[in-house]
C-alpha cells in the first residue's frame, strides 16, 4: 500500500498524493524538536552577531491573563499589517494546499541523526519533553535552503567530529537567509474504523493564568468520524477522561494522511507518537489508520529576525485569523518581531500556538499563551539551556554560549551527543 | 508492546531528576483484568502529568518533589470503556511518598 497524503475537498472523492516509500519511511520522529527547533532568529551575518547580541536590550515585560478570564489571545493579522509581511500567510496557504511541496524537504532525522539516533534508543525521555509527558506527534523539516546554510554554518556537528574533540568550539550560526525554511508540523492519530476523538481550543474558554493549558484542558472535544457507516457516540475517551462530543468533523476538514506499515514502523519509533496514539485511540498505530495535521509552524529566514508563522485547526471560537484556503479550518498569527507591534495593552507582541505552546507552564515570565516564539529561540545557543521558560520581549543567550542562529536543534544535538558519549563511557549505552 | 511510557514532570536529558514524589499503580477492568494501553492523569491543577499503562497494565511516573498528594485530582480512561474510578493509596506515617492509584474502568 502506497503512502498517501494529501487532504480530499468536500464533496469529492479523496485527492490523494503518491509520496514515495522512501519518504515515508522517513517520516519523522520527532519529539524533541518540540519547543525547540524549527526556527531561527536574526542577527545579521555572523561577525556581527556578538555586538547585535550585545547591543540587544532585553525588554521583558511579562503580563499575566487574569485568571479564569475569557480571553483572546493571538493578535491574528494586525501582526502581518503592522510588518508587512503578508507573504507569510501565503506562505502558510502554500503549505496546507500542497503539502507535498515540503513533504520532500529534509526532516530532522536526516540533518541530526546522531540526536535521533539517541531518542530511539531511549524513547522514553522524550517522553517528558512536552508538557510533563502529553505528548504530539511532531516532525520538523528544512527545506534545502536552510539545509545548505545549516551545512555551511557547521550546524551540523557529526558524531565523528565530537569524537575527536567532545567539547567542539561551535561558530555562531547565522540566522537562516532569505528562502530558507522551516517547519515543524504537529499531527493527530486518527483511527481508519472508528470515531476519533480530537480536542479544539477556544481563546474564549478560561484558562490557567500560570499553569498549562495543554490540550487535556480544553474544554471542546469534537470526534473525527473517517468511516460516515459507523455511529459516533456521546462520550468519549481521551487522554484519560471520558469526555463529552460536541461535534463530528470528517477527514475532509482537515490535512491528513493515511499510514501505510512503513510509516507505522517509523512513527513507533517515537515514543510521542506511540503514547499519543494509546492515549487518543488506546492502542497503537496500525496500517490504514490517518494522522490529520493540528497545527504547523514556519520560519522563514530573512537573514535577520525572520517572519515566523504558525497556524492550528479550529474553528471561530480559536482564535487567529482565518486562512483563506481550504479547507476551511486552520487559524494563523504570525510575528516578526518580540516586541512590535505591541499589544492592546502595551506589553510586547504575543504569537503562539495553542497546541505547541499553550502545555507550557509560567517560568516566571508567564506561560505559553504569553509567549513569541522569536523570544524563545533568541536564547537558542550551545551549550543548550531550558528552552521551556518562554515569554515575550528581545531576549539573548546566556553568556559564553554560542549562539545557534535562533535554532534550537543543533543546541540540542551537542548537548545530546555529549550525554550520549558520558553514557557511553559509563557503558550506559552500547556504543555502535 | 511491553514498553512503559513514563510521564516525568522534567526533561530527563535537560536536568537531573535526583528526588520526586512517586506515583504507581495500575488499570483493571471490572472483572479485574488488567488493561495496557489505558491512559491516567494526574492534575496538580496547574499542570498534568500523564501515562499509559504497560503490557500489564501498571503505570509508574515522578512528580516534583514538592507536589502534595491531595491536591493532585486524577482520572483515568481507556477507548472502549465508558467510566471509570479510581483510589489513592497514600505511604503510612510521614512518608510522602509513594503513592499508589488502583483505577478501574468499565
Redesign the interface.
Known amino acids: 500500500m502506497n503512502g498517501l497524503l494529501g487532504r480530499r475537498p468536500r464533496g469529492l472523492f479523496c485527492k490523494r498524493i503518491a509520496v514515495p516509500v522512501a519518504q515515508q519511511l522517513r517520516f519523522p520522529l520527532l519529539v524533541l524538536t518540540l519547543m525547540t527547533p524549527a526556527h531561527s532568529m536574526g542577527a545579521g551575518d555572523p561577525k556581527k552577531m556578538p555586538v547585535v547580541l550585545a547591543d540587544a536590550q532585553i525588554q521583558l515585560q511579562p503580563t499575566h491573563v487574569g485568571g479564569g478570564a475569557s480571553v483572546s489571545l493571538n493578535s491574528g493579522s494586525p501582526t502581518l499589517a503592522a510588518h508587512g509581511a503578508p507573504l507569510l500567510e501565503a506562505e502558510l496557504a502554500v503549505l496546507i494546499d500542497r503539502p507535498e511541496s515540503w513533504s520532500v524537504w529534509p526532516e530532522r532525522a536526516d540533518l541530526f541523526p546522531a540526536l535521533s539516533e539517541l531518542q530511539r534508543r531511549n524513547g522514553e525521555m522524550a517522553d517528558g519533553m512536552f508538557s510533563a509527558g502529553v505528548p504530539l506527534m511532531l516532525e520538523t523539516r528544512f527545506n534545502p535552503t536552510a539545509e545548505a546554510h545549516l551545512r555551511e554554518s557547521g550546524a551540523l556537528v557529526s558524531r565523528s567530529v565530537l569524537d575527536r574533540e567532545p567539547t567542539p568550539k561551535l561558530t555562531p550560526v547565522p540566522p537562516l537567509p532569505a528562502g530558507a525554511k522551516v517547519i515543524m508540523a504537529a499531527w493527530w492519530p486518527v483511527a481508519h474504523d472508528a470515531p476519533s476523538p480530537l480536542p479544539v481550543w477556544s481563546a474564549h474558554s478560561p484558562t490557567r493564568p500560570s499553569g498549562s493549558n495543554g490540550y487535556l484542558n480544553w474544554q471542546q472535544v469534537i470526534a473525527i468520524n473517517p468511516n460516515l457507516t459507523v455511529g459516533v457516540p456521546r462520550e468519549m475517551a481521551l487522554a484519560g477522561r471520558f469526555r463529552a462530543i460536541s461535534e463530528v468533523a470528517e477527514l475532509a476538514d482537515f490535512h491528513y494522511q493515511q499510514l501505510d506499515q512503513p510509516g507505522v514502523v517509523h512513527w513507533n519509533r517515537d515514543a510521542s507518537a506511540q503514547k499519543l496514539s494509546r492515549m487518543v485511540l488506546g492502542r497503537g498505530l496500525v496500517a490504514g489508520d490517518y494522522l490529520v495535521l493540528v497545527a504547523l509552524h514556519l520560519y522563514a529566514g530573512s537573514g535577520g529576525l525572520g517572519e515566523w508563522g504558525t497556524l492550528w485547526w479550529g474553528d471561530a471560537r480559536s482564535g487567529g485569523e482565518l486562512l483563506p484556503v481550504q479547507p476551511k479550518r486552520y487559524r494563523y498569527d504570525s510575528t516578526a518581531d518580540p516586541v512590535l507591534p505591541l499589544e492592546s495593552d502595551g506589553s510586547p507582541n504575543r504569537c503562539f500556538n495553542p497546541w505547541l505552546e499553550g502545555g507550557l507552564t509560567d517560568a516566571g515570565a508567564g506561560n505559553g499563551l504569553d509567549a513569541n516564539c522569536i523570544s524563545c529561540h533568541q536564547r537558542a545557543a550551545h551549550p543548550a539551556t531550558n528552552f521551556l521558560n518562554v515569554t515575550r520581549g528581545h531576549q539573548r543567550p546566556l553568556a559564553e554560549t554560542t549562539a545557534t542562529g535562533l535554532l534550537w536543534t543543533p543546541a540540542l544535538q551537542l548537548h545530546r551527543l555529549n550525554q550520549q558519549m558520558q553514557a557511553n563511557s559509563l557503558g550506559v549505552i552500547p556504543d555502535r | ?1 511491553a ?13 537531573d531528576l535526583q528526588a520526586g514524589s512517586v506515583w504507581f499503580g495500575s488499570v483493571r477492568s471490572s472483572e479485574g483484568d488488567f488493561i495496557s ?5 494526574l ?1 496538580t ?8 499503562t504497560d503490557i500489564g497494565g501498571r503505570f509508574r ?1 515522578v512528580l516534583p518533589e514538592n507536589t502534595v498528594p491531595s491536591e493532585v485530582a486524577f ?10 474510578q479510581g483510589r489513592l493509596r497514600r505511604p503510612s506515617k510521614s512518608a510522602s511518598t509513594s503513592i499508589e492509584l488502583s483505577c478501574i474502568v468499565r
Open positions: 508492546m514498553a512503559q511510557f513514563y510521564g516525568n514532570a522534567i526533561p530527563a536529558e535537560l536536568f494501553d489505558a491512559t491516567v492523569v492534575d491543577g496547574f499542570i498534568e502529568y500523564v501515562a499509559v511516573m482520572s483515568c480512561a481507556k477507548a472502549g470503556f465508558s467510566s471509570a
